[in-house]
């Protein structure tokens, strides 16, 4: 069984940083792109950063561009996503996901729920004021 499951989560401070991470269970990923999202309550599900299968290409929603970044450790089977500078309105649960559809980068990252087929169960961030 295919599994995906975050960490990392939890309760911090505007400004703090929190880490969070994502094994995988079940396949290897390594020749997958991989990528976060986000659900803050009463709205939908947000794209967050994505990182091509070797890891030398990432992509981020401009939200969060500059403060977070997004990582992976092939031999582990693991995506990292380092938070900075953390605002109120980051607050949300987290989702790691990956894809075995969409096969290229290019100029066109996978940035789309629609384009992963794998997800986790979710972490929650609670950034306050």
């Known amino acids: 069984q295919v599994q995906l499951v975050e960490s990392g989560g939890g309760l911090v401070q505007a400004g703090g940083s929190l880490r969070l991470a994502c094994a995988a269970s079940?396949?290897?990923?390594?020749?997958?792109?991989m990528g976060w999202f986000r659900q803050a309550p009463g709205k939908e599900r947000e794209f967050v950063a994505a990182?091509?299968?070797?890891?030398?290409?990432?992509y981020y929603a401009d939200s969060v561009k500059g403060r977070f970044t997004i990582s992976r450790d092939n031999a582990k089977i693991s995506m990292y996503l380092q938070m900075n500078s953390l605002k109120p309105e980051d607050t949300a649960v987290y989702y790691c996901?990956?894809?075995?559809?969409?096969?290229?980068?290019?100029?066109?990252?996978?940035?789309?729920?629609?384009?992963?087929?794998?997800w986790g169960q979710g972490t929650q961030v609670t950034v306050s004021s």
């Open positions: 990182i091509a299968r070797s890891g030398g290409s990432t």
């Open positions: 079940g396949r290897s990923f390594s020749d997958n792109a």
């Open positions: 996901a990956a894809t075995t559809t969409v096969t290229g980068w290019g100029s066109s990252p996978p940035r789309y729920s629609y384009e992963y087929n794998y």
